[in-house]
Every structure is written in structure tokens, then in C-alpha cells.
């Protein structure tokens, strides 16, 4: 019996992990815009506005999708429901994100100079 357990217990088939390569995503990265029309940089409130507009944006299109579904003039289920999922995750990061910058704020206001 032990020699049937022994071939077992070698670690010969054993393949040592190999690392893996860098995967260069930059083609696939959205450009970031570092500078403003005058060539200055963004500021941090010029940033939260585009964020929120993206946001608004794709909570427009969610409603627009869901009203055509609803109405009968597309079929699409599987995109809607995607754009739909996709959409509340936004609104939810987005509240979460300024629930702390307001818990930021107030911390920042109750330090004693």
C-alpha cells in the first residue's frame, strides 16, 4: 500500500510558477486630459463636474433605454440591463465619493489650530 502512495508524494510533475509578463494597456486607456483650452491645468472641482456630468449622462440614457424597453420599441433586455447595472454602480460610487469628501470636510473644520 505505501508503494502505491509514494509515486504520489514526488513532486517531480510539479511545474515552478512563471512570471508573467507586463500587459501594456495604454491603446486601450481613454486619453487624459491634462490641461484646460488656455493650456493650464484641471482643477479638483473641474474634475468632480465632468465625473458628475458623466454620471448624469449615463443615468439619462439608463431611463431613455428602460423607457423604450418598456414601450416596446427595443428588445435589447441583455444591453439595458447592463447599462442599468453599470449605471447604479455609478450613482453608488458617486454618493459614496461625496459622503467622504463631506466626512473629510467636517474633520477638516474640527481641527484645532
Known amino acids: 500500500m505505501i508503494n502505491a502512495i509514494e ?16 500587459v501594456e494597456t495604454e491603446e486601450y486607456a481613454p486619453p487624459v486630459q491634462t490641461g484646460d483650452a488656455e493650456g493650464g491645468t484641471l482643477s479638483f472641482l473641474d474634475t468632480l ?23 416596446g420599441y427595443t428588445d435589447d ?6 447599462q442599468g447595472a453599470k449605471t447604479a454602480m455609478a450613482i453608488e460610487l458617486t454618493t459614496q ?17
Do not use: C, H
Request: glycine share 4%.
Open 7 to 22: 509515486p504520489i508524494l514526488k513532486t517531480d510533475f510539479i511545474e515552478p510558477i512563471k512570471r508573467i509578463s507586463r
Open 97 to 113: 465619493l461625496v459622503s467622504k469628501a463631506v466626512n473629510a470636510y467636517k474633520e477638516v473644520l474640527q481641527m484645532q489650530v
Open 77 to 82: 433586455l441583455d444591453s439595458i440591463q447592463i
Open 49 to 71: 463636474k465632468e465625473a458628475v456630468g458623466g454620471v448624469r449622462a449615463m443615468e439619462q440614457e439608463s431611463a431613455v433605454n428602460s423607457y423604450n424597453l418598456a414601450m
